[in-house]
C-alpha cells in the first residue's frame, strides 16, 4: 500500500529502493559480503592478540587467504542460506523479485583476473611478512619440524645460522645448540634462548602501538598534562604490561615503599597544625 500524502517523485524513489532491497541479487551479494567480512573480523581479532607472533600471524593470514579461496566454489554459511532463501523465493516472509547480482563471487574473494588492483587477496598477501624470515623463525617452533628423525638431521641449520648473524649472535654455537635441541631433545642453550627471545620481538601488526597511543591519552591528559618523561614511563609500563586491576595484589609495594623510609599518606594531618589552649575553670561546667 502506497503512503499518498508522498509526492510523484518520492513514491517513484521508494518503489525502486524496494524493488532493490526484495530482489535476489541484492540478497546474494549482502550474504557474500557478509561472509568475506566475518572472515577478515577474525582474522583482524586473532592479529590484535598480545601473545601473535610473527610465524602465527603468517599462519593465520595464510589460512584466511584459504578460505576466502575456498568460498568461490561452496560459498560461505551466509551464502548457502541465502541460495536456499532465493531458490524459495521468500526471505523472512518477503517475496524476492529475480536479478543478477552485481558482485561476481568469482572475482571478489579469490585470486582475482589482472587488472584488478583492488582484491581481497591481493591485500592479504601484501600483509605476509616477508617469507624468508618466517621460515627463520619456525624453525625454533617443533610444531613445524618434519616428523622424520632422517629428515631433521641438517633441518633448518642455513636459516638458523644466518638469523643468529643477523641478530649478532655467534652462529657456530647457534647451529650446535639447534642441533642438540632437535636431534637430542636438550633444553635450548643460552645462544639459541636469546633468538627464541628475539624471535618474539617481531610484532606482526601495530595493534601495539595503538594500544601505548591510547595508554598515553588516558594517562597523560589535559588535567595531568605537565607530567615529565620519566614520571609517564613508570604508569605507562604498568598500564600496557601490568595485570588485571583485579589480579593486582597491591600490598607487597606498599610495605616496601614503607620500609624504605617513605611514610604513608595518613600518617599526618594535612594542614596547619591547630592551637592547644590551656584549660579554664568555666570549661568544668560545661563538659
Not at 633441518?155 to 632437535?182: C, H, I, N, S
Request: charge should be positive; include cysteine; proline fraction near 6%.
Amino acid at each position: 500500500m502506497e503512503d499518498t500524502s508522498r509526492c510523484d517523485i518520492e513514491r517513484q524513489k521508494f518503489r525502486g529502493l524496494h524493488k532493490l532491497l526484495t530482489s535476489t541479487g541484492f540478497l546474494a551479494d549482502l550474504a557474500c559480503m557478509k561472509d568475506v567480512l566475518r572472515e577478515l573480523q577474525n582474522l583482524s581479532l586473532k592479529l590484535q592478540r598480545k601473545q601473535t607472533s610473527l610465524v602465527d600471524a603468517s599462519c593465520h593470514i595464510q589460512q584466511t587467504i584459504d578460505v576466502l579461496t575456498a568460498m568461490k566454489a561452496s560459498g560461505g554459511k551466509s551464502t548457502q542460506k541465502a541460495e536456499q532463501r532465493i531458490s524459495t523465493g521468500l526471505f523472512k516472509d518477503v517475496e524476492l523479485s529475480e536479478s543478477r547480482p552485481k558482485i561476481n563471487r568469482l572475482q571478489f574473494n579469490p585470486l582475482v583476473s589482472e587488472g584488478v588492483n583492488q582484491s581481497i587477496i591481493n591485500s592479504l598477501k601484501k600483509r605476509l611478512p616477508e617469507p624468508d624470515l618466517v621460515q627463520m623463525l619456525k624453525l625454533l617452533d617443533k610444531c613445524f619440524w618434519p616428523q622424520q628423525h632422517s629428515a631433521r638431521i641438517l633441518y633448518g641449520e642455513t636459516e638458523v645460522r644466518a638469523l643468529a648473524k643477523t641478530l649478532g649472535e655467534p652462529a657456530r654455537e647457534a647451529v650446535k645448540e639447534f642441533r642438540d635441541f632437535k636431534l637430542q631433545n636438550r633444553a635450548p642453550g643460552k645462544t639459541l634462548v636469546k633468538l627464541q627471545t628475539a624471535s618474539l620481538t617481531y610484532l606482526p601488526s601495530s595493534a601495539e602501538c595503538e594500544r601505548g597511543f591510547s595508554a598515553v591519552n588516558s594517562t597523560d591528559s589535559k588535567y595531568r598534562n605537565k607530567l615529565r618523561e620519566q614520571s609517564l614511563s613508570s604508569p605507562l609500563f604498568v598500564d600496557l604490561n601490568g595485570p588485571p586491576l583485579e589480579q593486582f595484589d597491591p600490598l607487597p609495594f606498599v610495605s616496601s615503599w614503607i620500609k624504605a623510609g617513605h611514610r604513608p599518606s595518613t600518617s599526618w594531618v594535612t594542614g596547619r597544625k591547630a592551637k592547644t589552649e590551656d584549660p579554664r575553670p568555666l570549661w568544668s561546667l560545661l563538659i
